[in-house]
C-alpha cells in the first residue's frame, strides 16, 4: 500500500496553468506505473494520464493531450502533472494513484486529492 498526498492546486483563470504534485510514501513508487484522475463536480472519476516506471511511457486523456503534461522523479517519490491552457471544464479534484499499467485502473485507496478551479 503507498500513501499518497497531492497538492499544487487552486484558483486559475482560463488559459493559465498550474503544477500539481503527488507524494508517495513506501518503496514501491520507483516499481509503479502512476497515474492522474480528476473528478467534476456531479460526475464520476476519470482518467487524466499514466507514467510507466522509468517515465519513458506517458498516456494522456484525449480531453488533456498537448495541454497537460505527467513526469516523476523517483529519487523524490513524487509524480507532478503540469497543466497548461487550462479550461473551465478542467475544474476537478485532481488525485492520484497506482495504476495497472495499460488499464489505468488505480490500485490505492484515494488521498484527499487537490482542487483545480478554473475560472472563465
Known amino acids: 500500500q503507498v500513501q499518497l498526498v497531492e497538492s499544487g492546486g487552486g484558483l486559475v483563470q482560463a488559459g493559465g496553468s498550474l503544477r500539481l504534485s503527488c507524494s508517495a510514501s513506501?518503496?514501491?513508487?520507483?516499481?509503479?506505473?502512476m497515474g492522474w484522475f480528476r473528478q467534476a463536480p456531479g460526475r464520476e472519476r476519470e482518467f487524466v494520464a499514466s507514467?510507466?516506471?522509468?517515465?519513458?511511457?506517458?498516456y494522456y486523456a484525449d480531453s488533456v493531450k498537448g495541454r497537460f503534461t505527467i513526469s516523476r522523479d523517483n529519487a523524490k517519490n513524487t509524480m507532478y502533472l503540469q497543466m497548461n491552457s487550462l479550461k473551465p471544464e478542467d475544474t476537478a479534484v485532481y488525485y492520484c494513484?497506482?495504476?495497472?499499467?495499460?488499464?489505468?485502473?488505480?490500485?490505492?485507496?484515494w488521498g484527499q486529492g487537490t482542487l483545480v478551479t478554473v475560472s472563465s
Open positions: 513506501g518503496r514501491t513508487f520507483s516499481i509503479s506505473a
Open positions: 494513484n497506482r495504476v495497472t499499467w495499460g488499464v489505468n485502473v488505480a490500485l490505492d485507496a
Open positions: 507514467i510507466y516506471l522509468s517515465g519513458a511511457n506517458k
